[in-house]
């Protein structure tokens, strides 16, 4: 195994509790009745859904070009690998 395989990354738990807290404030916020619907017109919960949408596609094809530049200078095969799957799920 290369060296940088067997460094560990030790997150303090500050950051743990706190990604774990915004995880689940939506689930509480829903648990308690606050909407995140837009009911006023539907046209504009399409348009949201679209530019969310497209918001995903644009950051899948930066993910993948910068995971194919990586590898242009890293030569590492795993880098690709992941840009690629994270692409394709992001253009589905």
């Known amino acids: ?3 940088t395989l067997k460094q ?6 500050s950051v743990i509790l706190g990604i774990a807290a915004v995880c689940a ?4 916020f ?6 995140f619907s837009m009911s006023e017109d ?6 949201v ?8 596609v644009s950051i899948a094809m930066l993910t993948v070009t910068l995971a194919l530049l990586h590898y242009s ?18 253009s589905m």
């Open 1 to 3: 195994m290369s060296s």
């Open 8 to 13: 560990r990354v030790d997150l303090p738990d």
């Open 25 to 28: 404030v939506p689930c509480l």
């Open 30 to 35: 829903n648990l308690f009745g606050v909407s």
């Open 42 to 47: 539907p046209v504009t919960g399409q348009l």
């Open 49 to 56: 859904h679209t530019m969310l949408e497209w918001t995903g």
């Open 73 to 90: 200078i890293t030569h590492d095969l795993a880098t690709p690998i992941i840009g690629l799957a994270l692409f394709f799920a992001g």
